[in-house]
């Protein structure tokens, strides 16, 4: 049991301070910071239309579902994000209490599967650079992206229920 808690706060403190050295490049740069912001947003949101567009339109129920299962699990867990022990300037385009699990990660690491474009990468690092996402959330989100993907995977395979409502839609 104490070796858990050790773990946690080691793990904490490695996450602390890798926010601290960004807040104390970027606190007097606060347009720079919400300009960064915007670009992670602007990343994520064209490589989804890409995919759903120009690579297969069933790859929206992936991101649904993803999403909604983000949110239920940011609820649940209710971690606040870095900016809330350094810098409340920082939040834009936020939720505040909400960091864990980092849905850009989770979409970018999606888009990536999908893809092969390291160009979404950049997204999840640019959260953790402007204090929305401790690494420990991007770390985990990541892994968590691949679970996403599999479970997908397996159910487009074994049902083919997506192909059928693809063919419903037309």
Known sequence: MRKNSLFFNKMFMIDYKISEFFYKKLKDKLNFVYIIDAISYLINLSFI?????????????????????????????????????????????????????????????????????????????????????????????IALSFVFYYFFSSIVNFYGLFNSVITILK
């Open 49 to 141: 239309f890409y995919i759903i567009f120009f690579i297969n339109f069933s790859y929206i129920f992936l991101f649904a579902i993803s999403t909604a299962i983000t949110y239920l699990l940011k609820l649940i867990v209710n971690r606040k994000r870095p900016y809330y022990y350094f810098d409340k300037r920082f939040a834009i385009l936020v939720y505040e209490n909400h960091s864990f699990p980092s849905e850009h990660t989770i979409i970018s690491i999606l888009s990536f599967i999908i893809t092969g474009n390291i160009l979404v990468l950049i997204a999840p690092i640019l959260r953790i650079i402007t204090l929305k996402h401790w690494l420990s959330d991007a770390i985990f989100s």
